[in-house]
């Protein structure tokens, strides 16, 4: 899986729930919310206040090295 600023939440889950964890730790502890599922990293990044570039990086390296 690649992953971008557009992809969104519950599409990540969905391929690999071990990903979760790369949530947690920016305090995105809302992955299980019904809503957030169908936001963006970019949404929920911008209303967590957190650097998407960061967040998409460290998901690419995880999936890249699954």
Do not use: W
Not at 17 to 43: L, N, T, W, Y
Not at 48 to 60: F, I, P
């Amino acid at each position: 899986m690649i992953v971008t600023r557009d992809t969104t939440i519950g599409e990540v889950l969905a391929e690999d729930m071990g990903a979760a964890r790369f949530f947690f730790e920016i305090g995105m502890h809302c992955v299980g919310c019904p809503s957030s599922s169908g936001e963006s990293i970019a949404e929920a990044c911008v209303v967590h206040g957190t650097n998407e570039d960061e967040l998409v990086s460290k998901l690419n390296e995880y999936f890249q090295s699954k």
